[in-house]
């Protein structure tokens, strides 16, 4: 079992920044691939970001690259989010995941934290 608490949600201005980290516990929490997601409401989640156990970042969404940049601290077993230029768009719920058989399908990710909230006020 992997546990996965998401930090660092709120609201900002278009423009400005925020830093979403997300604390893993649990078996071999460093050792997993780990992703970032983000739900709109009504909305499938779509992937943001995801990273190897090593911090190799295997993928960033075209919609956010440039802006956003994921890193781990497997020391610390925490994974971060840096949003950078945050746009109005860039409102939803922000999840974390790990230890995917596939890592561009959501569906096979097998552990998620509880989400937080980022809203970027125009």
């Known amino acids: 079992q992997i546990q996965l608490v998401e930090y660092g949600g709120g609201l900002v201005q278009a423009g400005g920044s925020l830093s979403l980290s997300c604390a893993a516990s649990?078996?071999?929490?460093?050792?997993?691939?780990m992703g970032w997601f983000r739900q709109y409401p009504g909305k499938e989640r779509d992937l943001v970001a995801v990273i190897s156990w090593s911090g190799s970042i295997i993928y960033t969404a075209d919609s956010v690259k440039g802006r956003f940049t994921i890193s781990r601290d497997n020391a610390k077993n925490i994974v971060y989010l840096q949003m950078n230029s945050l746009k109005f768009e860039d409102t939803a719920t922000y999840y974390c995941a790990a230890d995917p058989t596939e890592w561009n399908k959501a569906q096979t990710y097998q552990y998620w934290g509880q989400g937080t909230q980022v809203t970027v006020s125009s």
């Open positions: 649990g078996r071999a929490a460093s050792d997993a691939v």
